[in-house]
């Protein structure tokens, strides 16, 4: 189950990654960061493919998608200057505590 999750997370990686990059690629414009954030959106989707055969797909969904916006968030502070009210960050940690919540209670398929 371990290695489920190291793919679950290698996947919020990349997918973290990928998203970091689309600012940097201007609309398509810059191949080296196009070709990277294509990569790594693809990364993302084939490492997912191993978390669905083991865990539910709404499990796998919700976290990879909660603790994408949560770290996309944090690094669009810190790398882009972008601002958060103290409501965003609020429902950040609130997404988090969500996904705590969801898998210390999800059924495992194998």
């Not at 190291?6 to 990349?14: D, E, K, R, S």
């Not at 968030?73 to 409501?87: E, N």
């Amino acid at each position: 189950m371990a290695k489920t999750y190291f793919f679950l997370i290698g996947a919020i990686f990349c997918e973290v990654a990928g998203t970091m990059l689309l600012p940097l690629s201007q609309n398509f414009t810059r191949l080296i960061p196009t070709i990277l954030l294509a990569i790594f959106y693809l990364s993302a989707f084939y490492l997912l493919t191993f978390v669905v055969n083991k865990l539910p797909i709404a499990i796998v969904y919700a976290t990879w998608s909660g603790l994408g916006i949560f770290t996309i968030a944090i690094l669009g502070y810190i790398f882009f200057r972008q601002t958060l009210a103290w409501q965003a960050i609020l429902g950040l940690f609130l997404i988090v505590i969500g996904v705590v919540l969801v898998n210390s209670f999800t059924i495992k398929l194998n």
